[in-house]
């Protein structure tokens, strides 16, 4: 009798300290990233903490291995289905390899999407791009476009001539051009993301068409050694350089007058909008099936695809007022 | 006749046709400006030329220079944000640069590996080493000192210190080949490895001599590249090993070792450099650029073959006409 009792007191006693203890709780949504130390990702957990101090009942969980392997990565979220965590979002080291755990974690009732680098259909919710291949074709003209106001010549240095990425961009670029009646893109040079060779070509784009206002280099290498091409040409206020690039290697352009303006995603905005949406599915307000739109706070809202993929917003813009802020970060 | 018939002068007038046919669809790119330009842009295919030539006279072949010239361009790039004053980093990139070429010349000396293996080794080293130095970060053009930048692009009355630089290496390096016992030795090693032997001279030691000179010239072009690109990262000259062979092919520098010219493996790396700053500008589909360049290296080779066969050498004078 007496142990009857006392297991059914035990019982008793255990399921109010869990019902108690989940309401207190806050919502735990785990950021599990590539690896740790990584500034990119860094700065997508201070987006992350930005967007749980606004929600307030979240608690971030920003974790991820110590190297960029996917073995690492599903140690971590296997730890994090033990901690019983509400939502995970997770930037992929293999698109494949996490899909049986992430499965797991999923049968356990856990939110899971992944952003950034993707995981395949089955193993998460949804997928949040950074951008999409339309956004960044109209991002890179409108950049050229918004800094001559009386229109002019244009042109392209692009990676090689089988980039798929490049080529989807300026394709897309291609399509929207009509939008920008005054920018006249008179070519594309191929650099084949070598510094010498984009070097080159920039040198010869700017001798082919000696009123070239500005040059679009949707490419790392490219746009650095563009920069570097037409400051060594002492064309700086001439012609403008601009496209894809990232803060840390842009900054010195940007301030010598090279590049007035370029674009890449910016990490903040991606945990802040991770974040969001891992919220909102976590307390189911929202769903994640084709065609559903879910609210990112002050990024708007995503709206997903038939691959329940989203794509958060236009590259972010850097300009002299910003460069340095995020050139420390990645 | 016998002018026509030497392979520099053949180079030297295809040079020219080349520049004639480039003028004829875009006339501004034979200006002096810009021709000094091309020679400036040119500079670092020939210093690395002028290493693989040496090497390549001495039967060995060296891949890894553009890897070499890598690394030494990342080291330079990384002292200078240590601070450290130019002249201690261009001595320390020429160092290096002579090491990692060390590296390779004992191997195959002590070893007797053949120099295709050891530098297809070494260059993915090279380029590992590279990143292990920097966990793959980029040195950019802001994280570089302005004393850095501006040295190879100081002017000196009307070139560019960088354009000068080949040119005083390719005097001395001339004079060097021609009159010194080192210079003849690396002829006579890859002429005739046997009869050098009788001649006192050490083979292994001639083709270390080599490649260490290759890695001296690889570790100042990295100063350079890094200096003029003004960015360093693990894949800067990715694939020039391979301009730097076909320039000495181009030259006429024999590949079998024991034959070839300072004149021309300068004129082959000219000739590649001339290509490649005109294909930008005159109007050629980038989809054609490639197979252009590739045509120029089959020509010069097919010339350099129609040029060596040679009809034997006829040992029994009398027994000539008997067959």
Known sequence: MSILTKALTTAAMATALIAGSAQAEDMRIALVVKALGIGFFEAANKGAQEAAEELGDVEIIYTGPTDTTAEGQIEVINSLIAQKVDAIAVSANDTDALVPTLKKAMQRGITVISWDSGVAAEGRQMHLSPSSAPLIGNMIIKLAADNLPEGGEVAVLSATTTSTNQNTWIEEMNKVAGNYPDVKVVGTVYGDDLADKSYREAQGLMQTYPDLKAIIAPTSVGIVAAAQAVTDAGKIGEVNVTGLGLPSEMAGHVKSGASKSFAIWNPIDLGYSATMIAYHLAKGDATAEPGATIPMGRMGEATLDDNTEAAMADPFVYDESNVDEFSSIF | ?323
């Open chain 2, 1 to 323: 006749m016998t002018v026509l018939k030497s392979r520099e002068a053949i180079l030297a007038l295809a040079i020219l046709v080349l520049l004639a046919v480039i003028a004829s669809r875009f006339p501004a790119f034979v200006t002096p400006g810009n021709l000094a330009g091309v020679l400036t842009d040119t500079s670092p295919l020939i210093l690395l030329a002028l290493g693989q030539m040496a090497v390549i006279l001495t039967k060995c072949i060296d891949l890894s220079v553009a890897a070499n010239l890598a690394l030494c361009g990342m080291v330079a790039a990384l002292l200078d944000g240590m601070g450290v004053p130019l002249p201690l980093i261009l001595l320390a990139a020429i160092g290096l640069g002579a090491c990692l070429g060390a590296v390779n010349g004992l191997l195959v000396w002590k070893l007797g590996i053949p120099s295709i293996v050891v530098t297809l080794g070494t260059m993915t080293i090279y380029r590992g080493a590279i990143f292990l130095l920097t966990g793959g970060a980029w040195i950019n053009a802001h994280q570089m000192s302005e004393g850095f930048k501006a040295f190879p692009r100081a002017v000196i009355a009307g070139l560019p210190v960088m354009a000068w630089l080949a040119v005083l290496i390719v005097a001395g390096f001339a004079l060097l080949v021609l009159r010194t016992p080192l210079g003849r030795a690396f002829y006579a090693v890859g002429g005739n490895p046997h009869a050098a032997v009788y001649t006192g001279i050490s083979v292994g030691r001639t083709q270390f001599a080599a490649f260490v000179l290759a890695g001296a010239l690889a570790g100042l072009t990295g100063y350079l590249w890094v200096a003029r690109y003004a960015v360093a990262y693990v894949d800067i000259a990715g694939g020039f090993e391979l301009d730097v062979v076909a320039a000495c092919v181009i030259g006429g520098i024999a590949i079998a070792g024991g034959a070839g010219s300072v004149a021309g493996a300068v004129m082959g790396a000219l000739f590649l450099g001339i290509i490649k700053n005109a294909l930008p500008v005159v109007g050629i589909s980038p989809f054609w650029q490639m197979a252009i360049s590739g045509s120029a290296i089959l020509i010069a080779i097919a010339f350099n073959a129609r040029g060596r066969r040679d009809p034997g050498r006829i040992i029994l004078k009398r027994a000539e006409h008997r067959t």
